[in-house]
């Protein structure tokens, strides 16, 4: 499946910034015959005294740039055209759950895909007994770490409410796993507590997700997302799965892949300082369109 994305983050200060400083996090990922971008273009207004393009630690696309002139707010555009291909399939060959500890032990690979950089408590995902016990509840003696993946989102999904009110990027991943509502940046968050607790190694993927329109209705421009979702380690030959616990799913060719890591903290979409004083606000428009669609 080939898209065309559009998106537009732009933040108004309420009195002007003297300086700014930010990192950038939003262009897709290119990862081979997974998914290929064919051609990306971000756009910095008002543009900036020194922009810099560099890869993270993750191997995520980030552009930091700097203003140094009076400016009342800052706009992020990018426009790009990708190539998404997956099964949407479990993988092949993931080893047993009761493995897993010996198969990660052995493990002396420190890249930037390595499990071992995924097992424990990272700054926005506290692994706290409530998450545990409910990940174990959802396991069963013999099922490899495809099925304990699949099976603990599937049990998020059916437990936790998608409700854009109840929480904010801030709130922590226990309180909204007590509560059992949250966007889809709880729902990972909770699943990858979950998977961690249980010896499973799991990071946060950001990206976008094509949404479909109802039937007979229009595609409305803006309309489509930024989203979130997890990938799990499940062995040396099976590599990572993909889920989607606000969906439900395993992650398909619907969900474009923009960066990788520990938590939401990493791949944060825009980030930064600057200096001034009054309050802010933000707006974000995304267009995910089928090639099909631009014709």
């Known amino acids: 499946m080939i898209y065309d994305i559009r998106l537009i983050i732009a933040t108004d200060y309420a009195g002007e910034a003297s300086t700014g400083r930010h990192v950038v996090c939003v262009m897709p990922r290119d990862l081979g015959p997974e998914q290929r971008l ?34 009342g707010g800052v706009e992020v555009s990018v426009q790009a055209r990708v190539e998404r291909r997956t099964s949407g399939l479990a993988p092949a060959g993931a080893v047993a759950l ?40 959802q396991v ?27 929480t904010t990027v801030d709130t922590p991943a226990p309180e909204a796993f007590a509560k059992r509502h949250g966007v889809c940046q709880d729902f990972s968050h909770i699943m990858i507590a979950c998977l961690r607790g249980i010896g499973i190694p799991a ?7 094509r949404t479909q329109p109802p039937p007979g209705k229009p595609r409305l421009e803006g309309a489509d997302a930024m989203h979130a979702w997890v990938r799990a380690w499940c062995g040396p030959q099976a590599g990572w799965l993909a889920f989607d616990p606000t ?49």
């Open 247 to 295: 969906n439900d799913r395993i992650a398909d060719t619907s969900h474009i892949i923009v960066a990788y890591g520990r938590d939401y903290g990493d791949v944060a979409p825009i980030r930064g300082i600057l200096r001034g004083s009054g309050g802010q606000t933000s707006r974000q428009s995304v267009d995910v369109i089928p090639l099909a669609d631009t014709a």
């Open 98 to 137: 009761d493995v897993l500890p010996q198969t990660i032990a052995a493990c002396r690979d420190m890249g930037p895909d390595s499990p071992v950089h995924f097992t424990a408590a990272s700054d926005r995902v506290p692994l706290t007994s409530a998450m545990t016990d409910f990940a174990h509840a």
């Open 140 to 166: 069963t003696v013999g099922m490899d770490v495809a099925q304990a993946i699949v099976a603990i989102g599937h049990a998020l999904h059916r437990t936790m409410r998608f409700d854009p009110k109840a």
């Open 38 to 71: 064919v051609a990306g273009l971000m756009t910095l207004s008002p543009p900036p005294e020194d922009r810099r393009d560099r890869v993270d630690f993750f191997g995520n696309p980030v552009v930091e740039f700097a203003l140094d002139a009076p400016h």
């Open 203 to 209: 990071g946060y993927v950001s990206g976008y997700l």
